[in-house]
Structure formats: structure tokens, C-alpha cells
């Protein structure tokens, strides 16, 4: 009997991304790529470490700004799970993957 695959456990596909934007820890603001990106959630290259469940904003530049929690953090990558209305995280993903990097 083989076993399951549970490597990509993802609800939405990702699309791939090197745009530039930054995030928001209270007072704090960080810079970061968007490795990828889905309505969902995305992946962030930011260089910091940041504690599981924290809210952040991230800032996407001349396309909004999207509220998030952290789901895990290693090596300065961390990935989050966007908590505002998915429609407006699923245009945003459109934005990304027309205009490309930023």
C-alpha cells in the first residue's frame, strides 16, 4: 500500500514571485520579496524571524495593503496566511502575476 503525499497540503495554487514589498509588525516595518503568493497566503524572504501566529501587514506597493498571520518561520523565510476577505487577496495574486516583479 503506498503512502499518502503530503508535501503540498495547499488549498489554492501559487504563483511564483520576486516582487519586492514590505510588511508591518506594529511599529516595525520590514522589507521582503514575495517568493510566491496565492489567494491564501504566500511565502516572504525577509531576513528576520518572526514568531508563529504574529499579525503583520503586508504592503504590496500601488496594488493594497493585506492583513496576515505567520504560520511558521525558518531561516529568515516565512510564510503567511492572509485574514482579509480572499477576493481582494486573489486580485492582488492577479496583479503579481501579470506585472511580474517589482
Do not use: Y
Amino acid at each position: 500500500m503506498s503512502q499518502p503525499d503530503f508535501t503540498n497540503l495547499r488549498a489554492e495554487e501559487r504563483r511564483e514571485s520576486r516582487f519586492q514589498a514590505k510588511f508591518f509588525l506594529t511599529d516595525v516595518q520590514t522589507d521582503c520579496a514575495i517568493l510566491d503568493i496565492s489567494p491564501g497566503g504566500a511565502k516572504l524572504k525577509a531576513g528576520i524571524a518572526v514568531t508563529v501566529r504574529t499579525e503583520i501587514l503586508l504592503d504590496l506597493d500601488k496594488i493594497g495593503q493585506f492583513s496576515a498571520d505567520t504560520v511558521w518561520c525558518s531561516n529568515g523565510i516565512i510564510g503567511i496566511r492572509f485574514t482579509g476577505d480572499q477576493s481582494l487577496t486573489a486580485d492582488a495574486v492577479m496583479a503579481l502575476a501579470m506585472f511580474g516583479t517589482g
